[in-house]
């Protein structure tokens, strides 16, 4: 009996549905070896952390453990008028939980780095066993082409000496790859970065040492019901203790059992 032969068109549909199990194929090669951020790479990690601001709600901070998170970073300011509604709650509540806490100012590209800094400063306690403060420095659309790169350098130099000299630790910057490569490589060389890379470690123009990676902006922890950005820190525990050493800061107490007088004196003043 002949060998049935296959009509013209069959052999199209062949071909087509053969090339489009190999472009499926490559798509996910692509997604998950070079577009997916691996979260294995960030385990190797030990020292862990998250940041939070009014986007994530009520947090049900004593479900959260200082042994798996040793530290937090709540927004409390942006621009030169805005302070975060939940910030003070936050504050309190998670240094009441034992957690090291520190602050972060978002950086609005077209406002005066004084008046920016004096925003901050007027919302955020001034706490020997707070971590440093940090400015958050993406690119803003709105407000990109207010300064030249000079002069927006002169006003974030203005805020971070400001910071340094009132708390008197090393501020942080927390950086976009973009900002950083266009605006800050090669300036503040004794500046930590902080850096939000989500498809691999970062990786910045010159090479420069980080000091905390965010790695993910969709973390789950329990205690708090929306996504929550995840970070490292670059070095394992010994290090951590270095870092805070460097600060001046020691972990604080448990607080839970104080008298409530003592407990608030030592969680929140506005100084």
């Not at 902080?194 to 329990?222: A, C, M, S």
Request: glycine share 6%; hydrophobic share 35%; proline share 5%.
């Amino acid at each position: 009996m002949p060998k049935k032969r296959l009509a013209p068109n069959s052999h199209k549909k062949l071909y087509a549905s053969c090339a489009g199990l190999v472009l499926i194929c490559v798509a996910i090669v692509v997604y998950v070896f070079i577009l997916h951020h691996n979260p294995a790479s960030a385990q190797e990690y030990p020292v862990k952390g998250f940041d939070v601001s009014h986007h994530q709600g009520d947090i049900q901070w004593k479900q959260i453990s200082p042994k798996n998170y040793q530290f937090v970073y709540l927004k409390a300011t942006e621009g030169g008028d805005f302070k975060d509604r939940k910030f003070q709650d936050y504050w309190l509540k998670a240094r009441e939980n034992g957690l090291m806490v520190g602050a972060y100012h978002f950086y609005r590209l077209c406002r005066d780095g004084e008046i920016q800094a004096q925003n901050f400063i007027e919302t955020v306690p001034n706490k020997a066993d707070a971590l440093p403060p940090v400015i958050d420095l993406e690119y803003d659309s709105n407000c990109i082409n207010t300064y030249t790169k000079e002069q927006l350098l002169k006003e974030i130099q203005i805020m971070h000496d400001r910071l340094y000299q009132h708390y008197g630790k090393q501020p942080i910057f927390y950086i976009s790859k973009s900002f950083y490569n266009i605006i800050l490589a090669g300036e503040f060389s004794k500046t930590p970065l902080w850096v939000r890379e989500y498809q691999g470690k970062p990786d910045l123009k010159g090479k420069p040492k980080w000091l905390f990676w965010q790695h993910t902006n969709q973390g789950t922890i329990k205690g708090i019901a929306k996504a929550v950005d995840l970070n490292v820190f670059n070095g394992d525990e010994s290090d951590w203790t270095s870092f805070l050493q460097r600060n001046d800061i020691h972990p604080l107490k448990n607080v839970e059992n104080l008298p409530k007088k003592q407990q608030d004196k030592s969680t929140f003043s506005s100084k």
